[in-house]
């Protein structure tokens, strides 16, 4: 069994913190024949510059970065290395540094990482983080190929070249271990995908009913087709600035924590090791969890939990004064790429315990207004829509979903979901039956960006600065 060294287990520490202060995005779809790449990652920079009511003028503000950093997944799709030189080019910001960030699906937060990395550092004062992924210039199944090889090509891909395949054991093994009902699963798809239809970014709203889940045509046992996120196109931006330049551009800054956490590529393969325990948690805890696991042959993290994920919330609760999440928390965005990593990341982030976390769903807290109580749910989750109801444009994922908890911590999500311009933009109407997800009155909220199966993680706490 695995032990850290007490300085495997040392908190990151900043020599300045960091803040957030504007976003911007594109919307996403399954195809963009209409738009370059350059052109997409234009529309995320803009909006960026100009709707955040910042309080210099585009220009002036563009005239502050002083370091760049890109995220793309995949290089095969749009058939062009380097691809970060020709956006930062479009984007006139050469001779400006700037470097790419690759780590699977956890691309997004990992350029969201190393952008605070160089304010932190002092190395800049304002750092721009974008990234996108062109998914759209394959068919479906190159394109799964693709995305497949970023798996271990001596364990994983011999389970099948297509992603499902490969969480659909450990949906398995989470089911048979703590006794999930699919119906739980199915929830989750429902709820995502419904918050995506108050939004005029995303590419798959949809209003669907447990039974439509349950009756879907199955991707790979027992994942059905509705419990899965679609490939995407669209990027997505982000603006870092130390704390004396983030008061200057507004007058309501976030303040960004932000950690990573690695595991093996070979899910089958996890090394046994205690449980990082949460500010929270307790040994007593888990005391339970440790026993049945020894009847079933079980281990931890096994097939079901993401060891890199509570690596990064145990680094990142600490950074960032978090607690009790479930009570320092107001929202959160999980990696929904499927139905069973929305469910597994509840216990790996302490929303709940390890084996509760069915039971969190049951409780409706997940949800904006909880449907069982008439009342505000805990901690609502995926408001955005998450990548089962909006998008995974793998390399802006991680970044788009800052964004979303970034807009929220600012009240302005009718501002960017609400307006029926915004829809107009995107060739959409605004529903007649559109309502406001804007959590009341939000403090901290948190986003998880996911690489394969657990592969490469990050956990960003965001919060209020004024």
């Known amino acids: 069994m695995i032990e850290f060294a007490p300085g495997n287990l040392r908190v990151p520490k900043?020599?300045?913190?960091?803040?957030?202060?504007?976003?911007?995005?594109?919307?996403?779809?399954?195809?963009?024949?209409?738009?370059?790449?350059?052109?997409?990652?234009?529309?995320?920079?803009?909006?960026?510059?100009?709707?955040?009511?910042?309080?210099m003028a585009p220009l002036d503000v563009k005239g502050l970065i002083n370091m760049c950093n890109y995220g793309e997944f995949a290089d095969h799709f749009q058939d062009q290395l380097l691809c970060e030189a020709k956006v930062h080019d479009y984007l006139g910001l050469n001779l400006l540094p700037n470097w790419g960030v690759k780590t699977g699906g956890a691309t997004g937060g990992y350029t969201m990482l190393s952008g605070a990395n160089t304010v932190a550092s002092g190395y800049s004062d304002c750092t721009l983080v974008l990234g996108w992924e062109r998914m759209d210039e394959v068919i479906t199944w190159t394109g799964n190929y693709y995305i497949a090889c970023a798996a271990c090509k001596d364990f994983e891909t011999r389970l099948a070249r297509n992603y499902a395949s490969y969480y659909a054991p450990m949906a398995r093994r989470f089911g048979e271990m703590y006794k999930v009902d699919e119906r739980i699963r199915a929830e989750i798809a429902v709820k995502n995908r419904y918050y995506a239809c108050m939004s005029p970014f995303a590419q798959q709203p949809g209003r669907h009913t447990v039974d439509e889940v349950l009756a879907g045509a199955i991707v790979s046992d027992p994942l059905r087709f509705l419990e899965c996120c679609a490939m995407s196109v669209g990027s997505s931006a982000a603006l870092l600035c130390s704390e004396e330049l983030a008061y200057k551009l507004t007058d309501h800054p976030v303040k960004l924590s932000i950690c990573g956490g690695s595991d093996t590529l070979r899910t089958g393969d996890r090394r046994p090791m205690k449980i990082p325990l949460l500010p929270h948690e307790t040994e007593e805890?888990?005391?339970?969890?440790?026993?049945?696991?020894k009847k079933t042959d079980g281990r931890w993290?096994?097939?079901e939990s993401f060891g890199a994920t509570r690596f990064a919330a145990y680094m990142a609760y600490r950074m960032a004064g978090i607690q009790n999440p479930?009570?320092?928390?107001d929202l959160v965005e999980t990696h929904d790429a499927f139905t069973i990593s929305d469910l597994q990341t509840y216990g790996d982030v302490g929303l709940t315990l390890y084996g509760q976390e069915q039971e969190y769903i049951r409780s409706g807290d997940c949800y904006l207004h909880n449907p069982y109580t008439n009342k505000p749910g805990k901690c609502p989750s995926n408001l955005s829509g998450g990548l089962l109801g909006t998008m995974h444009a793998v390399g802006a994922t991680g970044i788009w979903q800052c964004a979303e908890v970034f807009w929220q911590l600012q009240n302005k999500y009718d501002k960017f979901h609400g307006d029926p311009k915004m829809w107009e933009r995107f060739g959409k109407k605004k529903p007649d039956d559109w309502k406001s997800l804007q959590v009341h009155n939000p403090r901290r909220g948190l986003a998880i960006s996911h690489a394969g199966v657990g592969s490469h993680v990050t956990c960003a706490v965001l919060e209020k600065a004024w």
Do not use: H
């Open 14 to 55: 900043w020599s300045r913190p960091v803040y957030m202060v504007a976003a911007g995005t594109s919307d996403f779809r399954k195809r963009y024949p209409e738009k370059k790449l350059e052109e997409l990652c234009m529309d995320a920079f803009r909006m960026l510059l100009e709707e955040n009511d910042l309080k």
């Open 285 to 293: 805890d888990y005391k339970q969890l440790y026993e049945d696991m």
């Open 301 to 303: 993290p096994g097939f």
């Open 326 to 329: 479930i009570e320092d928390l």
